[in-house]
């Protein structure tokens, strides 16, 4: 799924400063890619369970963050869009002491409805620690 | 599926203060039930999204923990169950103002294995305003 | 969720008759029920795998047929909705030589969108042996 | 995930013509690649809906089995892998009169446990129709 990339990295991180408050600073925009993007998520102790890996609930915020600015770097930052349904499998154990990217294949783009799918390493790591896929409802917006 | 019950809302409040740390203070147990457990979460600032509905990631670690602490009132607190897989749908905005509560229903609890599904409420509200199911893996336990 | 019935069991068994064409010898609805229906499946040869359990891609069948017949149930046989995602969980073996049936509960059913859940068992037995999750999108009719 | 190869394209399908029986002439793998398989499906009437589009239940099907081999494929005909999981996006209708193909990445094959996506494609067409993802239990098999 080709669209023109309306958002790059500089402009989806100066949207997630501005926009996001208290987790912005969890998150940056490694690079806009063909077919979606790499996100960062930037572990701190807020993230971590006994043990010190990455908890289930921030690996799910990280897809789930991911995939929004996905759509927004083919859509630009006009419209509200709402995550309808997530899957998500846990596979591996996340390394401690590692940030987690997460790189995200947008799959439809329709006028209502986003599809996408995500997969979560530990960087540095060859196997990925999850796979999501999410959809988001696309509200209309004025103009569109 | 009734398995007897080994650990009541008590036994589960004072297990989650004991070992959650940080988020002790979200949760609450309301009530072990026929099926599993009813599990409360106290709406807090860091839980809301622009708007003040409660966010998707919080909802997920809602029903994360709801069927977590559901597997442990059947199996006791010996066993390290850890979340494989997750399918979530949110259904409706959460009303403002108002505590979400998560009625989880244990649906197989095998040797190694533990399925369970989770309806998360508004409370007050009649309609649900996401739905999961939610896989757990069970590691051995010495003398089980 | 409580909706007005438009379509009993006898109505929708005429609705299968009439518009399904060769699968509809493998359903009969048992029931419309507060919150759904019930759905039942005679099991065939051609339903079956080795070792003569029903196979994973006749339980999907199943769900999903189920679903769409509770929505049917709730909205009338004006709309053709289709099926956009499913996420099942295949939790025990069917007991050979017995009817599925699947049990639909409506959890959301808005303009345009359908959620509901779905459980299946093997006639007699008190465990079920698969869980679903269905999502339908409704398209906008004539006159709605 | 890169694992060695140990049944490769005409392995699997003689493995097919002799165990699947009545639908084996249904499936064709055209490769094993990479990262998993290429598995193609025969379009024939009997996995048609009205309006000449593949069935929901046909295309679980295809996802299911290319899934399955593609587990074979990297550890041999000696195991009985079995369905535990599956999350299904339906995105776009299929092309009428034209094959299926599903293009299969194993994500995890573990000693018990095997996770793969899945993305289904109208052949000759660019963007999927489907995407799933499978989770498997592989039980233990002697000399493993």
Chains 1, 2, 3, 4 share one sequence.
Do not use: W
């Amino acid at each position: 799924m080709t669209k023109p990339i309306l958002m790059d990295a500089r402009a989806l991180n100066d949207f997630v400063t501005r926009d996001f408050g208290q987790v912005a600073a969890d998150f940056t925009v490694d690079a806009v890619t063909d077919q979606g993007i790499r996100l960062r998520l930037i572990v701190a102790d807020r993230h971590l369970r006994p043990g010190g890996t990455v908890s289930g609930p921030t690996m799910f915020a990280l897809a789930d963050v991911a995939v929004y600015l996905a759509i927004l770097s083919r859509i630009g930052p006009v419209a509200l869009a709402v995550t309808t349904g997530c899957s998500i499998d846990f596979m591996r154990k996340p390394e401690a002491g590692r940030d987690l990217y997460c790189d995200v294949r947008l799959l439809k783009l329709g006028r209502v409805l986003a599809v996408a799918d995500a997969l979560i390493f530990s960087d540095g790591v060859e196997d990925p620690v999850a796979r999501a896929n999410m959809t988001y409802s696309i509200p209309p917006a004025p103009g569109r």
